[in-house]
């Protein structure tokens, strides 16, 4: 026997076990960490640099950082532009608000972002997803302006349920957006944004509303007297030759360069060659006018009308909680790399004050696209200086440069959102889902079907709607598993894992999974008794029914239920029952309500091999003594 | 060191996992074990015996059961006339259809149920929300007609759903409604039902077809004009006569008989009270006609209409899974009493055939109701043969009886309702869940006051949704514990839990809650970041992390990159990893999944002793040679 002792003091107070419960779910990183032993002065200073990280690096800034940050800059500014106009079509909006969203949000976040890496620029799923949203209610073509004051006051919304998000300590949320949904969801709008692209790249006029595959290809082709040979071979052209640099960089990470320009030089050229070809009878479509001067005041266009808000909530909210997942987890996988930490809930704050600031400014949704923030990170960027070159630099563009791009071929712009696209793609992650773990690939191949052939936000629902039904179908069919004695050692392990393990006669040794809950009480009960029936079938009388709680952290009343139920029926069958080693909380329930008493202390051990043990005690049988021998035999 | 080591077999397919976890989920009470070593006839015979019950107990039946079930069958008929025709009133329906409902369902049960002890009826919870549903789109009073076609085809609805749930073996989601979600339901249409009754008490003719408390106390006090005393008087002496047998039968056990007598006293007592008063200026309102004659056919009335569906489906869908949640917990706690068992997936089928059948001859929704049930265990019944006998009582009634009862008072009905809704209020059983768990406590509180001051059906979703929450939130925030070494053992247990279990220096060992989900890898990477924060902070280098996996049952893919970046994040901290016992999906996932390649098999371990001993064969240092001095002075 061991000399210690199961702990029965007396349960922890209510406010104890509720403020460490609050702790662990809303700061499990214990952010305040920091400003425990600090003067009044020191608090204040350390409060400000906490919520307005500008405030940390800016001190230590210096010459040998600026350098970096500035080649970063100027490359995701080459990045930014055509990507800018690019989206903001996809997002049927004009394409100046396009460069106007890599000016304004981008000063926000140098501000206020705490993660060094992630770039700011806006994004293809959630520019596709806000037109096809907005545009359920409100026709881009036949008006406009409604049209874009919506898409301002989606931002808006975004903005503050982000911030609101960030605020609230809610990143929790934005967990339950797993990986294989991102995964699906990624690749099933890389597909539709790509078909969607055939318009630009084939020159069709006539085009559908709708995102799902059928319509699309139905509109392509149901339009073939549209389409427009030139067109299609300069698209084809610029397609190849973006992807080529994309493939050059991964054959050589260190020509990242050219990829990140590649778009640059596509938009000029295409942009010479619309010009030269501006006169001739089937002339390229261009994007049209783009005028010089800075970010307009869009706060007095916000539109709150109650005939638009279930549109604009809906837009705002879904954009918002998949452009968290995307900026977070971005910021989140380069700064593991470089061993340091992005706070969620920071990030959440930040990018919510760069929806809502940019939203006054005429811009629309802005995050940390993986795109541009790779390109970051492999420019060297040290600081969220590098943000703020950008927005130095597109500010520039604004006021001197602007008219020039406006000569830019759609087919251009089609050429590089295919190519950004088919980069997202993942195959090989979809592949090692179904290798690892077929239940994942499931939950991705829902996304991925849903988004390509339902539409994009119901593909996300049963995504992440299954994805819950998994964590639920956990709580509700617990792993369980009957123990045996590994030979010569004091330990207990599953027999299914450990062929050679073997329990003792007249021991039922039963390790239980976590929780016991209301949804596995009956679960929990029936598998108890089938374990016993089974012995039983096999000739082997149990006498003792151990239940090993080590995997149990967290039991409710229905659980208690269940134990006490569990209990009784052992006792209509002489069969004693015995519980190993309680975890905190699950002890102290079972001593409010009473179970220990039921069960006796004495039944309540703190390893398995007391539990044996005690149950010899009680029971010397011939069996016993077999065993007996066999384990004097082992010591 | 142990000589068992860890098992590296190569997983198991994925057709054996599937069949194991589909058995897991869907046949957790393996209940095909009876077939296994039979013949084919034999196979035969007990499959039939599987699907219908009565085949199973008809051999074995004799006079002396049937003496039992004689006597409890005749009990229950006399509290299934009241019962009925009150609850018929509730679902605003004629009274002969409460009859009705006792007579076909009962014998459909007899032969198809599985559970010695419930004894078939209407339920007043279902019933008010059966008629607060339906009741929303056709008025009962306007078209009765109409109304009750829906009702009758709520009914098949519910029994269509309820064996098909049976047949594909979802119980698991009757599962997810929670005990304490059950009480608090019970408690507040417990109260909206007693302050519905003042209607009938204070014979008021205006009324309200809302159920809330504050539309039902304004309708109340707004008629205040319509009051009638004498009614008033009359159904208090009534209602204090049923509670005080009531209170008789709490007392003395053995006179249960007088209170499941006394509803049918007090219809008996009111009739002759209404017969006798009848020429008077304010005679009692009674139920009026009651037609002699068995259930009419109702098939050719059901009503699949798509204006009325969505209500149907509504009523039936949700007042099914309530009732197969009232009917199987009430059959199962009464079986675990008498040590026996009830398939839950059979009683589905079973109720589902009973409604099935039963709306197609002018019933509505039965189940197994508690008080019913209770009086039928507590006359002795032996088998279902007591339904039998009920329902020849019922055929009895129906056939000479039923224009006796056309004199029942409505005063009478009132008072009978409100008398059994009095026993649902569980106040012991909502203290119980205050003391023992707070946040159950808190499920219970939402449906309570849900249901009494919203509508039924919103009560009721808020507090499943809330224990749904309850169950993620575990999965997205699984306890995770410190472990120290017990002094003078070889147990690692919880610091936090046993005070004198202290860490081996230079070692973190963390046992992490079940399971590692897309949901919570984020908050386990942070949380054991923030152990070697805290250690270190408190001037204890740490060279090893440990993390005992024994509680974690289940791993998606997400969980193992969660691994692989917090081993990444060691790695550059200079600190090594090592994986203590995992379970046996966990060690096939993190096989396939190469993550044993990348941490090495050398460092996961089968216990816990067996890694820090490990740990300082690899780390000999100065802090190491005090720790052995202490550990050969235990041994």
Redesign the interface.
């Known amino acids: 026997m ?3 002792q199961v ?1 029965f003091n007396s349960p922890r107070k ?1 406010r104890t076990t ?1 403020k460490s ?1 609050c702790k ?2 809303f700061f ?3 952010p305040f ?1 920091q400003f425990k032993n600090e003067k009044p002065l020191g608090k204040a200073k350390k409060t400000l640099q906490y919520f307005v990280p500008i405030f940390e690096w800016l001190p230590q800034y210096n010459l040998k950082m600026f350098r970096f940050d500035l080649l970063a800059g100027i490359t995701i500014t080459s990045l930014a532009i055509p990507q800018g106009i690019s989206y903001a079509k996809l997002a049927e909006i004009p394409p100046i608000i396009g460069l106007y969203s890599s000016f304004v949000p981008a000063l926000v976040y140098a501000i206020l972002g705490s993660s060094k890496h992630v770039a700011v620029g806006t994004v293809a799923a959630c520019s596709l997803l806000i037109a096809d949203t907005i545009g359920s209610k409100v026709s881009s073509k036949d008006d406009p302006t409604l049209y874009l004051h919506l898409v301002f006051t989606a931002a808006f919304i975004t903005g503050v349920f982000q911030a609101a998000l960030g605020f609230l300590r809610l ?2 949320l934005v ?2 957006l ?3 949904t991102i995964t699906g969801f990624m690749g099933g709008t890389a597909i539709i944004i790509c078909l969607q692209q055939l318009k630009g790249l084939l020159g069709v006029n006539h085009f559908t509303t709708k995102t799902d595959v059928v319509s699309v290809l139905h509109a392509v082709f149901k339009n073939r007297h549209e389409w427009k040979w030139e067109t299609a071979v300069v698209g084809l052209v610029f397609l190849v030759f973006l992807l080529f640099t994309r493939y050059l960089r991964q054959r050589k990470p260190k020509l990242f360069w050219v990829s990140a320009m590649a778009p640059m030089v596509v938009v000029v050229l295409g942009c010479l060659l619309a010009y030269f070809t501006r006169d001739r009878k089937h002339s390229i479509q261009t994007v049209g006018s783009l005028h010089k001067g800075l970010n307009p005041i869009s706060i007095k266009y916000l539109n709150f009308d109650a005939k638009y808000l279930p549109y604009t909530l809906k837009a705002g909210i879904i954009t918002g909680i998949i452009a968290l997942a995307e900026g977070i987890a971005i910021g ?1 996988s380069f700064a ?1 790399m470089n ?1 340091e ?1 992005v706070d ?1 809930n920071k990030e959440m704050i930040a990018f919510g004050f760069m929806n809502i600031v940019g939203s006054c400014f005429s811009c629309y949704l802005t995050t940390g696209p993986f795109s541009k923030t790779a390109v970051n990170y492999n420019s060297g960027c040290k600081t969220a200086a590098s943000n703020l070159v950008m927005a130095i630099g597109m500010m520039l563009t604004l006021l001197f440069l602007a008219p020039l791009f406006s000569y830019t071929p759609l087919v251009a712009l089609s050429a590089i959102i295919m190519s950004a696209m088919l980069g997202l793609i993942n195959y090989e992650e979809a592949y ?2 179904f ?6 690939f499931c939950i991705c191949l829902a996304a991925f079907f849903g988004v390509a052939f339902i539409t994009m936000d119901t593909g996300l629902m049963i995504s992440v709607a299954l ?2 039904l ?10 369980a ?1 009957k123990l045996g004695k ?6 207990y ?2 027999t ?3 062929a ?1 393990a073997s329990g003792p006669p007249g021991i039922l040794a039963i390790q239980l ?3 016991i ?7 929990i009960r ?2 108890i ?2 374990w016993i ?1 089974n012995d039983e079938g096999n000739g082997k009388a149990v006498k003792h029914v151990l239940l090993d709680l ?5 039991i ?3 659980g ?2 269940t134990l006490v ?1 569990v209990l ?2 052992l006792e ?2 002489h069969i004693k029952m015995k519980i190993v ?1 309680p ?3 699950v ?1 102290e ?1 079972m001593m ?2 009473k179970f220990v008493d039921k069960i006796g202390k004495e039944s309540i051990f ?2 398995m091999e007391d539990a044996v043990e005690a149950s010899y005690d009680f029971s010397v049988t011939a069996e016993k003594q077999g065993f007996e021998e066999q384990r004097s035999g082992v010591a």
């Open positions: 061991n000399p210690s702990n209510f509720l419960k662990e779910t499990p990183d214990d960490r990143g929790i967990d339950f797993s990986h294989s989140r593991i061993n930490q969620g090692h889902l290798k690892v773990d077929k239940f994942d994805a819950l998994r964590a639920l179908l956990y709580v509700a069919r617990p792993a598993c590994l030979p010569d050692s004091t330990l392990r599953d299914e894992q450990y050679e999974g976590s929780p809950y209301y949804a596995n009480g009956n679960y029936e598998r008794l089938r029936r080590t995997g149990i952290t967290s409710d009343t229905t208690i239920e139920e009784r029926m209509v069958k080693n975890r905190l909380e002890l329930k409010k309500s703190l390893c």
